[in-house]
């Protein structure tokens, strides 16, 4: 017969049951501690006014489509801060006098740019940039009063021009159009 009376924190069966549980507690912890002192950012207490925003812009898209704009957006050249845009409407569209454009950085919001550019006529638009372009940017072009706009993606490096067209935005694209060279 086996007399053997150790205490039962002298076996190993015991500490490596509790550990399961004392690892959840500590995760559990450091998990309620996260939670209290981070700040995720990602609700918005405007939600409401933000969906009604997206809505307005929805509609601004579709305007752009009844219309037939597209835009073509050159960089380059000897000045890497020029841009020019060339706009395109249906026959009979009148052509606005100066333009919005909105240069958006995916991840740096302090690299954003919002130019006015000036019509130079027959649809070619200019300005200038306050530093000139490189990686992806999202791009939204639109007219002064907000009736339309064209939106898209665009990689600088990759892309000597961007073409934004209404028809592929309204039918769920970016609204970009690209073939091999980025055109």
Do not use: C
Request: proline share 5%.
């Amino acid at each position: 017969m086996n007399t053997d009376t150790r205490p039962w924190y002298r076996e190993p069966w015991p500490w490596i049951l509790m550990f399961g549980p004392f690892v959840v507690i500590v995760a559990g912890v450091i998990t309620t501690y996260l939670a209290v002192v981070s700040n995720d950012g990602l609700v918005e207490d405007d939600y409401y006014k933000q969906g009604l925003a997206v809505n307005q812009r929805t509609a601004r898209n579709q305007h752009a489509s009844e219309l037939g704009m597209e835009a073509e957006i050159l960089s380059g050249g000897a000045d890497a801060t020029l841009l020019r845009v060339f706009l395109k409407a249906q026959p009979g569209v009148p052509m606005p006098e100066s333009l919005a454009l909105r240069i958006v950085h995916p991840t740096r919001g302090g690299m954003d740019q919002s130019l006015r550019l000036q019509s130079d006529g027959a649809g070619f638009y200019s300005g200038k940039l306050s530093a000139p372009l490189s990686g992806r940017w999202h791009v939204a072009l639109e007219d002064d009063k907000r009736d339309w706009r064209l939106v898209g993606d665009w990689e600088v490096e990759k892309q000597t021009s961007l073409r934004l067209s209404a028809e592929a935005q309204a039918a769920g694209g970016t609204g970009v159009r690209s073939d091999n060279n980025g055109r």
